[in-house]
C-alpha cells in the first residue's frame, strides 16, 4: 500500500467495498479499513481497524488524521426495520460523529442507494433515506460531505445478482404487468471510480444520483432478456399482477419471521421492483466535468457473466 494521503473506509470488504479500495489504492491513497476480521483487510494492504458501526472508538481510531473517509458499509438484508435503522441509520451517525471528532477536514464520501429517494417503499429505503439525513445534519450544511446515490450495482464479485441469472436461465420469466418498471444500471467499477475522484475534488454538500449513461434505464423484460440472450436463453415472458409479487413478497417476510433469517426479497422489495421509475435525470448526476461513467450494460454485462462463469468453474475471487 502506498505511503500516500490516507483514506478510512467502511465496507471495504464487501462487493462494492473491493472495486472501490482497489480504485483508491491505484489514484495513490494509503487505505486504512473497520474490519470484523483483519485477514480480509490484510489481504488488500490497507490497515485494518478492527470493530463495527456501532462502536465509536474503533470509528474514532479509523477516521484519526484522515484527508477522506468513505462510509459503504450498510445492510441490505435484515428481519426488519429495526435492524436496518440500527445500521444504516444509527451506524452512519457514529461515523459521522467520529468524523466531526477527529477528522473535521477530511471530505466524506457516503455511499447510500438510488431507494432512498422513495423512502416510503421499504424498509431499506427509508433507512437510507434516515442514515443520509442523520449523518448530514452531524456534518452541518457546511460540511466536507457528498452522498451519492447508486443504482442497481453490478459486476465482478455481484452474487446477489445471481439471481436474475437464475431468472434469465429459466424457460418462463414472471414480469410484471405494463407500465413495465424503469431499472437504470451502473457498473462497480464506475462507481468505484467515481468514489476515489470525489476523495480528491468535486462538489460538496450535496446529493447526487450514479447510473450507466443509460439513464433511462432499462425495461424489466428488456434487463431479463439482454442476460437471457447472453447466457443463449430465450424465455418466454409471463405477465405477473402486481398483487402476486407483492403477496410472495409479504410470503417471504412471514417465513423469515419464522425462521430468523432475514433475506434479500420480502415484501419492502417486491414494492421497490414494482415502483416504476427508477430513471435518473442527468441533471441529477455528478457534473461531467468531475465523472462520467465509462462501462456500457453489454461490456459490464460480459463481465459480470464472466465471473459468474468463474464461479461455476470454482475459480472466483473475492
Known amino acids: 500500500m502506498s505511503e500516500g494521503p490516507l483514506v478510512a473506509v467502511t465496507g471495504g470488504t464487501g462487493f462494492l467495498g473491493q472495486h472501490t479500495v482497489a480504485a483508491l489504492a491505484a489514484a495513490g491513497w494509503r487505505v486504512r479499513m473497520l474490519v470484523r476480521d483483519g485477514r480480509r483487510a490484510a489481504a488488500t494492504g490497507a490497515e485494518p481497524v478492527p470493530g463495527d458501526l456501532s462502536d465509536p472508538a474503533a470509528l474514532r481510531r479509523l477516521v484519526d488524521g484522515a484527508q477522506a473517509v468513505v462510509h459503504l458499509a450498510g445492510l441490505t438484508k435484515a428481519r426488519g426495520q ?33 431507494a432512498a429517494r422513495e423512502p ?44 436474475l441469472r437464475r431468472l434469465a436461465s429459466s424457460a418462463i420469466v414472471p414480469a410484471p404487468r405494463a407500465p413495465e418498471p424503469r431499472i437504470t444500471m451502473v457498473h462497480a467499477r464506475d462507481v468505484a471510480s467515481a468514489v476515489a475522484t470525489l ?31 447472453a447466457l443463449g436463453n430465450r424465455p418466454r415472458f409471463v405477465g405477473v399482477p402486481d398483487g402476486a409479487m407483492l403477496a410472495a413478497g409479504a410470503a417471504a417476510d412471514a417465513l423469515a419471521r419464522i425462521t430468523g433469517r432475514g433475506g434479500i426479497f420480502g415484501l419492502g422489495k417486491a414494492r421497490e421492483i414494482l415502483h416504476r421509475d427508477w430513471s435518473s435525470s442527468p441533471v441529477r448526476q455528478l457534473p461531467g466535468l468531475v465523472w462520467a461513467p465509462r462501462i456500457g450494460f453489454d461490456e459490464g454485462l460480459r463481465d459480470t457473466l464472466e465471473w459468474w462463469a468463474s464461479l461455476d468453474r470454482g475459480t472466483a475471487r473475492g
Open 199 to 229: 476523495c480528491l475534488s468535486g462538489p460538496l454538500g450535496g446529493t447526487f444520483e450514479v447510473t450507466d449513461g443509460q439513464h433511462q434505464g432499462h425495461g424489466w423484460r428488456e434487463l431479463l432478456g439482454r442476460i437471457a440472450a
Open 120 to 163: 416510503g417503499l421499504s424498509p431499506y429505503a427509508a433507512s437510507k433515506r434516515a442514515g443520509e439525513e442523520a449523518a448530514t445534519a452531524v456534518l452541518g450544511p457546511a460540511g466536507r460531505w457528498v452522498v451519492l446515490r447508486p443504482t442497481v450495482i453490478y459486476g465482478p464479485g455481484d452474487r446477489e445478482g445471481l439471481t
Open 82 to 114: 429495526a435492524e436496518f435503522m440500527a445500521v444504516n441509520r444509527d451506524g452512519s451517525v457514529r461515523l459521522a460523529e467520529a468524523v466531526a471528532a477527529s477528522a473535521p477536514e477530511a471530505r466524506c464520501v457516503i455511499l447510500s442507494s438510488l
